[in-house]
């Protein structure tokens, strides 16, 4: 089955999101650092399992644009620089859908880093 494809993507720069919605009917609300922290270029990801680098200090990151990338994905260009890394429609509608549990994962490391606001308020 085809992965579902965006119908609507919406740049709320006031709110810090990116709103997706998708031809399946569902809709996601991305927080801009949510999607740079989870940003799919090698700098982020590595280059193979285990080489992930924990990116930290981007909770007031913006999003300066979104460009397309032929009828499969986005480019998000960001305003710390960061413009790597492709968001296939397939990635955007796994962060959408697993967002809840990437975020979880993200600030327990973070913890264990000692390098998030937030990640010390969730092991209060």
């Given at each position: 089955?085809?992965?579902?494809?965006?119908i609507e993507i919406r740049l709320?720069?006031?709110?810090?999101?990116?709103?997706?919605?998708?031809?399946?009917?569902?809709?996601?609300?991305?927080?801009?650092?949510?999607?740079?922290?989870?940003?799919?270029?090698?700098?982020?990801?590595g280059h193979g399992p285990g080489?992930?680098?924990?990116?930290?200090?981007?909770?007031?990151?913006?999003?300066r644009a979104v460009e397309p990338?032929?009828?499969?994905?986005?480019?998000?260009?960001?305003?710390?620089?960061?413009?790597?890394?492709?968001?296939?429609?397939?990635?955007?509608?796994?962060?959408?859908?697993?967002?809840?549990?990437?975020?979880?994962?993200?600030?327990?490391?973070?913890?264990?880093?000692?390098?998030?606001?937030?990640?010390?308020?969730?092991?209060?």
């Amino acid at each position: 089955m085809p992965a579902p494809t965006p119908i609507e993507i919406r740049l709320r720069r006031a709110s810090r999101l990116l709103e997706v919605s998708f031809d399946d009917g569902s809709c996601f609300e991305l927080p801009f650092e949510y999607l740079r922290v989870h940003s799919p270029s090698a700098e982020v990801k590595g280059h193979g399992p285990g080489q992930e680098v924990l990116v930290t200090g981007k909770e007031q990151v913006g999003i300066r644009a979104v460009e397309p990338v032929g009828q499969y994905a986005v480019k998000l260009v960001f305003d710390d620089g960061h413009d790597t890394g492709l968001y296939t429609w397939k990635y955007l509608h796994e962060l959408g859908r697993d967002r809840a549990t990437r975020w979880a994962r993200y600030l327990e490391r973070c913890a264990a880093a000692r390098a998030h606001p937030a990640a010390d308020e969730a092991h209060k």
